[in-house]
């Protein structure tokens, strides 16, 4: 008997226990709108870990391009988002990969970026890139391809030099029509 009486009381509390969490603190969701509630800020004052979303700066920034002819450097605004000064120059290189006006063409749109490293002590912007065989211009392309970087980077007056990276080494062109400055200094432009 005592037996039976100590399985009702297990299967009781565990009916109490799974009605509970059921019943739960949960954030009302539209079933339209798939956001989630924001989480509420920790009781002690401190911000939660994830990625402070209200530190980010926005900016707008002139990106270089060129006209639909292939003849010459156009600028065309953007607005970037960024929390550091790495993230700001990638955003910058990403603004100068895209355009949505054919009045404006993207030489860059099929460049990878492996990696972006600004030297503050110097002001050194480092840039590794990979470009692909249909990405490769002839000489007038090559030097429109430079300017439109030096366009977009030089705007930024803490960075005094850009140093090129091809697939992470240092290369005396790009494309093999120009010879490439390493780095391209300030005033070079």
């Known amino acids: 008997m005592k037996k039976k009486a100590n399985i009702m009381l ?14 739960g603190n949960k954030p009302a969701t539209d079933p339209g709108n798939a956001e989630s509630a924001p989480n509420p800020t920790p009781s002690n004052g401190s911000s939660p870990s994830a990625p402070d979303a209200e530190k980010k700066e926005t900016q707008e920034i002139e990106v270089g391009y060129v006209d639909s002819e292939l003849t010459q450097v156009k600028t065309n605004k953007a607005e970037i988002e960024f929390s550091d000064s790495n993230e700001k120059y990638t955003q910058a290189f990403d603004a100068m990969q895209r355009s949505d006006d054919p009045d404006y063409i993207s030489l860059w749109s099929d460049i990878g970026l492996e990696s972006l490293e600004f030297h503050e002590a110097d002001g050194g912007l480092t840039l590794n890139i990979h470009i692909p065989d249909e990405a490769r211009l002839g000489s007038g392309g090559e030097l429109l391809f ?9 705007q930024f007056q803490e960075i005094q030099s850009i140093q ?7 290369s005396e062109s790009l494309m ?11 005033g070079s432009e």
């Not at 297990?10 to 019943?23: E, H």
């Open 10 to 23: 297990l299967l009781y509390l565990t009916a109490v226990l799974l009605i509970l969490a059921g019943c």
């Open 164 to 170: 090129l990276l091809v697939d992470g080494k240092e």
């Open 146 to 154: 430079l300017d439109t970087l030096k366009q977009t980077m030089f």
């Open 176 to 186: 093999g029509h120009v010879d490439l400055e390493n780095p391209i200094v300030r």
